[in-house]
């Protein structure tokens, strides 16, 4: 073990950063507050000029979790904390 000197100065801790949690996108953190939630899509329909839309009706608490489960998918780190804000929100 090195000793000290006479007149050295004693080490500084070095101080260790948490990295900054990387910002979320809108789409995941602001929810509006709507009476209906879908989940559509739109393919052509070769019969006629019209796209045709395949709709699914939706709660709000389902429409969080997707969300959520797109997040996932993506890659993106919501965090335990922000996950229980966003589902408590759903209730």
């Known amino acids: ?14 101080a260790i950063s948490k990295p ?3 910002e979320l996108p809108d789409w995941l953190t602001s929810t509006p507050m709507e009476l ?19 709709e699914v ?3 709000r608490a ?3 979790a997707l969300k959520l489960h797109l997040a ?3 890659g993106i ?4 904390e922000t996950e229980k804000e966003l589902t408590e929100e759903a209730a």
């Open 62 to 64: 389902e429409y969080i």
């Open 77 to 80: 780190e919501v965090g335990a």
């Open 72 to 74: 996932q998918l993506r």
């Open 1 to 14: 073990m090195k000793q000290r000197t006479k007149g050295q100065a004693k080490p500084q801790p070095v």
């Open 20 to 22: 900054e949690p990387a």
């Open 36 to 54: 209906e939630y879908s989940l559509a899509v739109k393919h052509p329909n070769h019969d006629f000029d019209e796209a045709e839309v395949q």
């Open 57 to 59: 009706r939706i709660t």
